[in-house]
C-alpha cells in the first residue's frame, strides 16, 4: 500500500473528481459514510457524539457525519463557529445540517460548559491534511481542553495539529485521539513514534479515490499489506526435499550469551530452513544441542567464536549473543573482507562494525543489517528525530547496496533502490531481550529459501510481527517471551496458506 503526501493525496481528490462521474461533495459524502459505518459497527455502546467542526473540508466532513449519525438514530451535538468563511463543500454541508432540528449546533465557546457523559464520543473535524502551521489561539484551548477529557475521542482523516509527512515541533497541540480514521491511505506521521501517539488506532477506510491515479503515482513510502505478502509467500511445494528449502547458518553465542544464539537457531528451524547449522563456540554445544537437536553443530572456539565457517552454499545469519571481545571482533572483521555474498547481520555483528566508521563500507552488498535506534546511531551518526534517522537510513542503503531493517514501533524495511517499506503487525509484547534474535532467525531462513533479500526482509517483519499479535492475545504483551511467539510461528503459516488456498 503505497503512502502518499498531503499533496499527493490531494490531487487524488481532484484527480477522482476530474475523471469520474463524482463531485467535490460527493467524494465528502463518500469520505463521511465511511467513517460513520465504521462508527456504527464500532461504538454501539455510545449513544451521544460530539462534532467539532472546522471551517475547512474536514469540518465538511464532521457536518456531514453529524448528519448521518443523527439519521442512525444517535444524540448529536455540532460545536463550530457558525460565523466562520467555511470552504464551498464544508458550507454547503453546514446548512444541510441546520435543517435538522434533532442536531443541537453550538459555538466552540460552549464545550467548556458541556456535560461529556462516560456514553459521550468526541469526534474531531477540526483540521485536515491542509494544516500548515502550529495551531494556536481559541483552537489550542479547545484541544488542549478536549485532550484532558477521558472520553473515547475519534479524529476524522488526521488528528488535528499533526502534519502529514512531517514531524511536529516539541510543545505542538496536537489532538490525542484513540482512533483515527484515514481516507484511503496511511500518512507517514502515523507510522514514527514522535508523531503517531496522537494517532492511536489507525483505521484506513477505502473511498474509491481513482485507482488509476494510485497506481501511476510514484512514492518512496509503502506500508507492508496482506496483499503484498500474499505476493511474495510462497507454499510449500509437496513434491520437494530438504535441498530444495536451502541451508541457514546462524553464527553467535559466547559464554552466557548461548541463549540469544539457541533463539535464532529454534527461530530459523521454526520458519522452514532445509538444513540449520549453528556455528558457536565449544561452550555452548550442549546447550545448543539439546535445545534445538534438529541444528547441526559447528564449533567456532572455546567460550566465544574466534573464527568463521560457512558453506557457500549457505546463507549465513550474525550476531545474536556473539560477544565483541578482541578475538572475535578480529576474525569477524577479517571474514566480513574475505567474503561477498550477502549476510544477516544483527546485534554484535552490528556493534563490532560500528568500533570503526571505515567498517561499514566492508557489508557485502545485498547484505540485510537489522539495527535498533541505538545500533543504528553507532554505525551511521545520530539524527533529531525518527523522520531524519529513516532519511539517513536511505542514503545508507543506497550508497552501500544494502537492505537496512530499522527497528522500531514500526519498522522500517529500506531498499538499496531508497524505498522503504513500513511494518505494521506487531506490539510492544516484542519490547523484550531475546525479540531481534528471533527475527534474525526469520530473515536467515526465508533468505536461505531463496526469496530475494527484498522478499525475506519485508515477509520476515510481517511474519514476526504477526507471530507477537498471536502470541500476545494468549500470554499479554507484559508476560509474552521470544519463545512463545516462536510458538506461534507455526499459526501464521497456517494463516497465510489458507489466504493462498481462498484466492486460488
Not at 43 to 52: D, E, I, P, Q, S
Not at 102 to 121: H, L, Q
Not at 191 to 210: R, S, W
Request: a negative charge.
Amino acid at each position: 500500500m503505497k503512502i502518499f503526501t498531503a499533496e499527493q493525496i490531494r490531487n487524488g481528490d481532484e484527480y477522482t473528481i476530474k475523471n469520474e462521474p463524482v463531485s467535490s461533495v460527493q467524494l465528502m459524502e463518500r469520505a463521511a459514510q465511511a467513517c460513520v459505518d465504521w462508527i456504527f459497527e464500532n461504538c454501539k455502546n455510545h449513544r451521544n457524539f460530539a462534532v467539532f467542526c472546522g471551517k475547512g473540508n474536514n469540518g465538511g466532513d464532521g457536518f456531514a457525519i453529524a448528519r448521518m449519525l443523527h439519521l442512525k438514530g444517535f444524540d448529536v451535538d455540532v460545536f463550530t463557529n457558525s460565523k466562520a468563511k467555511f470552504s464551498s463543500d464544508a458550507g454547503n454541508n453546514f446548512r444541510e445540517l441546520k435543517e435538522f432540528s434533532g442536531v443541537f449546533i453550538r459555538e466552540f465557546k460552549e464545550a467548556k460548559e458541556y456535560r461529556f457523559d462516560n456514553r459521550t464520543v468526541i469526534i474531531d473535524a477540526l483540521f485536515g491534511t491542509g494544516l500548515s502551521k502550529n495551531i494556536e489561539g481559541e483552537f489550542k484551548e479547545l484541544i488542549d481542553f478536549l485532550n484532558l477529557k477521558s472520553n473515547l475521542k475519534i479524529s476524522v482523516d488526521m488528528p488535528s495539529g499533526l502534519f502529514a509527512d512531517t514531524v511536529s515541533d516539541e510543545n505542538a497541540t496536537i489532538f490525542k485521539a484513540d482512533y483515527t480514521l484515514s481516507f484511503q491511505f496511511w500518512k507517514k506521521t502515523f507510522l514514527h513514534p514522535e508523531t503517531g501517539k496522537y494517532a492511536g488506532k489507525v483505521k484506513v477506510l477505502d473511498i474509491n479515490i481513482n485507482e488509476d491515479y494510485i497506481a501511476e503515482t510514484k512514492t518512496e513510502d509503502f506500508v507492508i499489506h496482506e496483499d503484498m505478502i500474499k505476493d511474495i509467500f510462497r507454499p510449500r511445494e509437496d513434491f520437494s526435499h530438504k535441498g530444495t528449502y536451502g541451508k541457514a547458518i546462524i553464527a553467535g553465542g559466547s559464554y552466557g550469551k548461548m541463549g540469544a544464539a539457541v533463539l535464532a537457531t529454534k527461530s530459523a528451524l521454526r520458519t522452514g530452513a532445509g538444513l540449520t547449522f549453528t556455528l558457536a563456540p565449544k561452550c555452548g554445544y550442549e546447550i545448543l544441542q539439546t535445545s534445538n537437536p534438529e541444528a547441526m553443530f559447528i564449533e567456532g572456539g572455546n567460550d566465544f567464536i574466534d573464527h568463521f565457517e560457512t558453506d557457500e552454499h549457505a546463507v549465513c545469519g550474525i550476531g545474536p549473543g556473539l560477544g565483541t571481545i578482541d578475538e572475535t571482533a578480529k576474525s569477524f572483521l577479517t571474514f566480513l573482507k574475505n567474503y561477498s555474498k550477502p549476510l544477516v547481520l544483527d546485534a554484535d555483528a552490528l556493534n563490532i562494525i560500528s568500533q570503526d566508521s571505515k567498517n561499514v563500507k566492508i557489508i557485502p552488498k545485498n547484505s540485510i543489517i537489522t539495527p535498533h535506534p541505538k545500533e543504528f546511531e553507532r554505525l551511521f551518526g545520530a539524527t533529531e528525530n525518527s523522520f531524519e534517522r529513516l532519511k539517513l537510513a536511505k542514503n545508507k542503503a543506497k550508497e552501500l547496496g544494502i537492505y537496512i531493517v530499522l527497528k522500531d514501533h514500526h519498522t522500517q524495511v529500506v531498499t538499496p533502490e531508497g524505498d522503504a517499506f513500513y511494518n505494521i503487525t506487531g506490539n510492544s509484547g516484542l519490547a523484550k531481550g531475546g525479540s531481534g534474535d528471533i527475527l534474525t532467525g526469520i530473515l536467515t531462513s526465508f533468505s536461505a529459501q531463496h526469496y530475494s533479500e527484498k522478499e525475506a526482509a519485508v515477509l520476515g517483519v510481517w511474519f514476526h510481527g504477526r507471530a507477537a499479535e498471536l502470541a500476545s492475545e494468549k500470554h499479554s504483551k507484559e508476560s509474552v517471551l521470544p519463545t512463545d511467539i516462536i510458538d506461534e510461528f507455526g499459526s501464521v503459516f497456517k494463516e497465510l496458506n489458507a489466504k493462498i488456498e481462498r484466492a486460488l
